[in-house]
């Protein structure tokens, strides 16, 4: 079996880094929950009995008891980070971002040549999801790069330093300074050579300044270390769709299935591909194997339930979501696509559901787009048109919305006699070339208005 050779490809259009990651099971966007980013926590061993003692205190709300433990817990153990530093990742845990803040703001005021809370302060400028702060990243992770030949404990030095690296490239890469990335990210593996984060990262790296072959092996590289994660095939199958060459990523989708047939991720990573890219009956049938290889997977269920919306066979979207439902009632992709499938079919009961699912994920996820634009299709649905126009109104308000959620909007907005509106909804959402479920119905309503 021989992989496809490596083509280069000139459009090299929105290359998001999170897609080596995780697969979307959701014909929503990624719902983004919480305010503070996956941020590495530094390494504190909880056996020590005045970290055991700070952590019972941090428990019971005593701050201060909490703080002062963990200052003789550095004191008797040079290995561990700042105190402060501690308390700034327990809060973290906790979701509390001011607190975050506030302690990592102390560490450096009590600690200015320690360079962790830099460190930590770069990422959480750089990775929130709301507010992006790339020069501040900059300096900080710079800040720290300044300060680690200064740490005394050599256990600690080893585990920062490459975190200093990661960083200084991942803002290279918000930027676009793709050669400035792969600089820091060698670094990297100068200092873990094993990281298959590190290598992962590179490839990307490299695919952007159009050096493939490279980029590939960096990908075997990294599955020989981890071979749990996504084939290396898979990935490059993703790299080129993300570059919107189709026959390449056609090519690599095929040969990764041929390589790994036995491999979960890489048949529902194919099937959302072959979804994304319009071929809803390889989509079908690379979700069905992938739900042969195991039953229980929720991703399968979603994605499964995500190609019935889009085959508009809403009775088995709701079939597969409801199973999803069932597997995890928290679950946002399930329980927001369970109130799609449902609110479409003729049933009053069933559209009664649907606005309580929808009701609910709108009270939970406040902040969510995708759950207010389901929220207000919904209601629209049950016939509540006016409810529905405020909800959809105010969610266009907001900013970017999804090529469904404009349909969503354009309907009601039709209903309501405003034509112009629901016209320009509409021939934007219909502009892009990527498939979505309300597409067939977007382009009927568009004829009717007149376009």
């Given at each position: 079996?021989?992989?496809?050779?490596?083509?280069?490809?000139?459009?090299?259009?929105?290359?998001?880094?999170?897609?080596?990651?995780?697969?979307?099971?959701?014909?929503?966007?990624?719902?983004?929950?919480?305010?503070?980013?996956?941020?590495?926590?530094?390494?504190?061993?909880?056996?020590?009995?005045?970290?055991?003692?700070?952590?019972?205190?941090?428990?019971?709300?005593?701050?201060?008891?909490?703080?002062?433990?963990?200052?003789?817990?550095?004191?008797?153990?040079?290995?561990?980070?700042?105190?402060?530093?501690?308390?700034?990742?327990?809060?973290?845990?906790?979701?509390?971002?001011?607190?975050?803040?506030?302690?990592?703001?102390?560490?450096?005021?009590?600690?200015?040549?320690?360079?962790?809370?830099?460190?930590?302060?770069?990422?959480?400028?750089?990775?929130?999801?709301?507010?992006?702060?790339?020069?501040?990243?900059?300096?900080?992770?710079?800040?720290?790069?300044?300060?680690?030949?200064?740490?005394?404990?050599?256990?600690?030095?080893?585990?920062?330093?490459?975190?200093?690296?990661?960083?200084?490239?991942?803002?290279?890469?918000?930027?676009?300074?793709?050669?400035?990335?792969?600089?820091?990210?060698?670094?990297?593996?100068?200092?873990?050579?094993?990281?298959?984060?590190?290598?992962?990262?590179?490839?990307?790296?490299?695919?952007?300044?159009?050096?493939?072959?490279?980029?590939?092996?960096?990908?075997?590289?990294?599955?020989?270390?981890?071979?749990?994660?996504?084939?290396?095939?898979?990935?490059?199958?993703?790299?080129?769709?993300?570059?919107?060459?189709?026959?390449?990523?056609?090519?690599?989708?095929?040969?990764?299935?041929?390589?790994?047939?036995?491999?979960?991720?890489?048949?529902?990573?194919?099937?959302?591909?072959?979804?994304?890219?319009?071929?809803?009956?390889?989509?079908?049938?690379?979700?069905?194997?992938?739900?042969?290889?195991?039953?229980?997977?929720?991703?399968?269920?979603?994605?499964?339930?995500?190609?019935?919306?889009?085959?508009?066979?809403?009775?088995?979207?709701?079939?597969?979501f409801e199973a999803a439902v069932s597997q995890s009632p928290s679950n946002f992709a399930a329980t927001n696509n369970l109130a799609l499938a449902l609110c479409e079919q003729d049933d009053d009961t069933k559209k009664r559901k649907a606005v309580e699912y929808a009701t609910n994920n709108a009270r939970m996820y406040p902040k969510a787009s995708e759950a207010a634009s389901t929220y207000g299709w919904v209601l629209y649905k049950a016939g509540r048109v006016q409810e529905a126009?405020?909800?959809?109104?105010?969610?266009?308000?907001?900013?970017?919305?999804?090529?469904?959620?404009?349909?969503?909007?354009?309907?009601?907005?039709?209903?309501?006699?405003?034509?112009?509106?629901?016209?320009?909804?509409?021939?934007?959402?219909?502009?892009?070339?990527?498939?979505?479920?309300?597409?067939?119905?977007?382009?009927?309503?568009?004829?009717?208005?007149?376009?």
């Open positions: 079996m021989t992989p496809p050779p490596i083509r280069l490809t000139l459009t090299l259009a929105a290359f998001a880094i999170c897609a080596i990651l995780a697969v979307s099971a959701s014909a929503a966007n990624q719902l983004e929950i919480g305010e503070m980013p996956d941020t590495p926590a530094p390494a504190v061993d909880e056996q020590i009995q005045e970290v055991k003692d700070a952590a019972e205190r941090f428990n019971k709300l005593d701050f201060d008891g909490a703080l002062s433990k963990l200052k003789e817990a550095v004191t008797k153990n040079p290995q561990l980070p700042p105190a402060e530093v501690i308390m700034a990742s327990w809060f973290a845990r906790a979701n509390q971002p001011g607190a975050v803040r506030l302690y990592l703001d102390a560490a450096v005021k009590e600690n200015p040549n320690d360079p962790e809370a830099y460190i930590i302060l770069g990422d959480v400028n750089l990775n929130n999801p709301r507010d992006r702060r790339q020069t501040e990243a900059d300096l900080l992770y710079a800040k720290a790069a300044e300060l680690i030949g200064g740490v005394q404990n050599e256990e600690r030095k080893q585990k920062l330093a490459p975190r200093v690296e990661a960083g200084l490239a991942a803002v290279a890469a918000a930027r676009g300074d793709w050669a400035t990335s792969q600089t820091h990210l060698e670094k990297w593996l100068t200092l873990e050579p094993k990281s298959d984060t590190a290598m992962q990262r590179l490839a990307i790296a490299l695919f952007r300044q159009k050096k493939a072959a490279e980029a590939r092996d960096q990908l075997k590289a990294a599955y020989e270390v981890n071979p749990k994660m996504l084939h290396w095939a898979a990935i490059m199958g993703q790299f080129y769709a993300q570059a919107e060459d189709d026959e390449n990523a056609k090519q690599w989708m095929t040969y990764a299935l041929q390589a790994a047939p036995k491999d979960l991720n890489v048949w529902l990573v194919a099937a959302q591909w072959s979804l994304d890219a319009g071929r809803l009956g390889d989509a079908e049938t690379q979700a069905a194997t992938a739900m042969r290889l195991d039953h229980d997977s929720l991703q399968a269920k979603n994605l499964r339930g995500v190609i019935a919306l889009f085959k508009e066979d809403y009775a088995s979207a709701e079939t597969y126009d405020n909800v959809l109104r105010q969610l266009a308000r907001s900013g970017r919305i999804s090529q469904d959620t404009a349909y969503f909007i354009a309907r009601v907005a039709a209903e309501m006699g405003r034509k112009d509106e629901a016209k320009a909804l509409l021939q934007n959402a219909l502009k892009s070339t990527r498939p979505f479920s309300k597409q067939r119905e977007a382009k009927a309503l568009l004829a009717e208005l007149g376009n």
